[in-house]
Nanobody
Framework: QVQLVESGGGLVQAGGSLRLSCAASGRTFSNRAMGWFRQAPGKEREFVAAITSSGDSTDYADSVKGRFTISRDNGKNTVPLLMNSLKPEDTAVYYC??????????????????WGQGTQVTVSS
């Protein structure tokens, strides 16, 4: 069992930065790939970024590549998401998720077993 808690959301002007964090409980954290997803009002949940269980490989949605950075600290059970050059279209609730098992991340939400409650990010123009 893994419990996830996101933090760090808020209101920021376009061009600004935010650092989200996901704190995980459970002994199997370091065995699971992790991902960040987001959901804007009236839209489906979409993939943002993923990282392998060891942290040696990452994947990003095209819309955030070059602006967002995902990382992980297996000693502290955390998965930060650094977001730079934020745009109004980045406004959404951001969710942290843990895969069912395995090394590789995934872009598909159905392959994630555990989810946090989400944190709101609002980017003003």
């Amino acid at each position: 069992q893994v419990q996830l808690v996101e933090s760090g959301g808020g209101l920021v002007q376009a061009g600004g930065s935010l650092r989200l964090s996901c704190a995980a409980s459970g002994r199997t954290f370091s065995n699971r790939a992790m991902g960040w997803f987001r959901q804007a009002p009236g839209k489906e949940r979409e993939f943002v970024a993923a990282i392998t269980s060891s942290g040696d490989s990452t994947d990003y949605a095209d819309s955030v590549k070059g602006r967002f950075t995902i990382s992980r600290d297996n000693g502290k059970n955390t998965v930060p998401l650094l977001m730079n050059s934020l745009k109004p279209e980045d406004t959404a609730v951001y969710y942290c998720a843990a895969r069912f098992s395995g090394y590789s991340g995934s872009r598909y939400s159905s392959e994630y077993a555990y989810w946090g409650q989400g944190t709101q990010v609002t980017v003003s123009s």
